[in-house]
T-cell receptor, first 114, second 111 residues
Framework: DGGITQSPKYLFRKEGQNVTLSCEQN?????MYWYRQDPGQGLRLIYY???????QKGDIAEGYSVSREKKESFPLTVTSAQKNPTAFYLC?????????????FGDGTRLSIL | GQSLEQPSEVTAVEGAIVQINCTYQ??????LSWYQQHDGGAPTFLSY??LDGLEETGRFSSFLSRSDSYGYLLLQELQMKDSASYFC????????????WGAGTKLIIKP
């Protein structure tokens, strides 16, 4: 079955540590996204990529980095510069350019500080 | 700036009809989407409106009025499994066509 796989489901970060969240899709979608969700809040865009080897900053990119070396993969690194990383992180992908093309989401990674 | 407003919580009874409203303020509106998210889960797409009017998909319908910068999601014949958070999201030309999300409406369904 096609879909988006995020790992790990839960992740703990120590002070001063960088951590990387994995996102893999087999939907053959060009566009991929990373969102952050805080309790009781909507989704905020961290980074997005519309094609391999290209990505753009979203609204809250500071303290995060990404790469898009393969169409299937869009890992997110939460760096030590991100002082408040505790949140639910969601990866999504989207096929096609039409406005009605939905985003498909992974099951998320819950990141906490030790 | 860009903003979306939706009620934080709505309560309804099983079998009833409920409407979740969304008003938006964007400079380059391109379309309005609705997503459902169960607690701890992934958002799933429900509907999309680019033009004024009503779109119906089974028990769910979505409405858009671009002149009023307003839309709503209508859920009919409510079932307990519909208990979830519902998000409206606007695709905005001035944000490079990326989605801008509302804070979500938690729908509580009572038997």
């Amino acid at each position: 079955d096609g879909g988006i796989t995020q790992s790990p489901k839960y992740l703990f970060r120590k002070e001063g540590q960088n951590v990387t969240l994995s996102c893999e899709q087999n939907l053959n979608h060009d566009a991929m996204y990373w969102y952050r969700q805080d309790p009781g809040q909507g989704l905020r865009l961290i980074y997005y990529s519309q094609i391999v080897n290209d990505f753009q900053k979203g609204d809250i990119a500071e303290g995060y980095s990404v790469s898009r070396e393969k169409k299937e993969s869009f890992p997110l690194t939460v760096t030590s510069a991100q002082k408040n990383p505790t949140a639910f992180y969601l990866c999504a992908s989207r096929g096609g350019q039409g406005g009605n093309q939905p985003q498909h989401f992974g099951d998320g990674t819950r990141l906490s500080i030790l | 700036g860009q903003s979306l407003e939706q009620p934080s919580e709505v309560t309804a009874v099983e079998g009833a009809i409920v409407q979740i409203n969304c008003t938006y303020q964007t400079s380059g509106f391109y379309g309005l989407s609705w997503y459902q998210q169960h607690d701890g889960g992934a958002p799933t797409f429900l509907s999309y409106n680019a033009l004024d009017g009503l779109e119906e998909t089974g028990r769910f319908s979505s409405f858009l009025s671009r002149s009023d910068s307003y839309g709503y999601l209508l859920l009919q014949e409510l079932q307990m499994k519909d208990s979830a958070s519902y998000f409206c999201a606007v695709r905005d030309m001035d944000s490079n066509y990326q989605l801008i999300w509302g804070a979500g409406t938690k729908l509580i369904i009572k038997p």
